[in-house]
């Protein structure tokens, strides 16, 4: 199956700072998603982003699918940025079935 | 609007037991998946449904059983509960392909299994 690397495994950064969390797939993908999972265990979708460039507030994501990789971007960190991001994708269309990558765990430092 | 809920949010259960997890979404999606987390691996899928009355395997279906008899409803069953199945389970929906892909996750399901 596919596989999902991301990196780095743990980002420990003061607040304000910027970040970069990288996602690395094995093979072409119709479905690439962002995950947060904020310290309390709870997964939030941040971006559905199987190719190009989206953003939210301070955050954003640019996948480039010809080079089998995906970038999220959070700028000006606040505490409530910790915890873990997923990234996860699907090679199929249809079905949606996700593989989860490992994760980067974010602590972001008062 | 509640998104995905499972009920119940904890349970321990001795070993040899059995227990049905449910998932209940509120938004008409036609997907619904199990996952379970682990420390380390992230989120692997057991089970998925494609539909109300389809179910099929994910990566790691030994063990469990699930059944979506309603649209809203995805439920997870453990026939003989073993202390390899202590996880948290996440369920997740999502629309089909001519909408919205992104997950909605539930809350969790933390079970032990002793």
């Known amino acids: 199956g596919i596989q999902v690397e991301q990196s780095p495994p743990d980002l420990i950064l003061q607040e304000g700072a910027n970040s970069t969390l990288r996602c690395n797939f094995s093979?072409?993908?119709?479905?690439l998603q962002w995950f947060h999972q904020n310290p309390w265990g709870q997964l939030i979708n941040l971006f559905y982003?199987?190719?190009g460039t989206k953003q939210n507030g301070r955050l954003s994501a640019t996948t480039v699918a010809t080079e089998r990789y995906s970038l999220l971007y959070i700028s000006s960190s606040q505490t409530t940025d910790s915890g873990v991001y997923f990234c996860a994708v699907d090679p199929n269309f249809g079905n949606e079935k996700l593989t989860f990558g490992t994760g980067t765990r974010l602590t972001i430092i008062p | 609007n509640a998104g995905v809920t499972q009920t119940p949010k904890f349970r321990v259960l001795k070993t040899g037991q059995s227990m049905t997890l449910l998932c209940a979404q509120d938004?008409?999606?036609?997907?619904m998946y199990w996952y379970r987390q682990d420390p380390g691996m992230g989120l692997r899928l057991i089970h998925y449904?494609?539909?109300?009355?389809?179910?099929a395997k994910g990566e790691v279906p030994d063990g469990y059983n699930v059944s979506r008899l309603k649209k809203q409803n995805f439920l997870l069953g453990l026939e003989s509960a073993a202390p390899s199945q202590t996880s948290v389970y996440f369920c997740a929906s999502s629309y089909s392909r001519q909408g919205n892909y992104g997950y909605t996750f539930g809350s969790g399901t933390r079970l032990t299994v002793v």
């Open positions: 449904s494609v539909g109300e009355g389809t179910t």
């Open positions: 938004m008409n999606h036609e997907y």
């Open positions: 982003i199987p190719s």
């Open positions: 093979d072409s993908v119709n479905n």
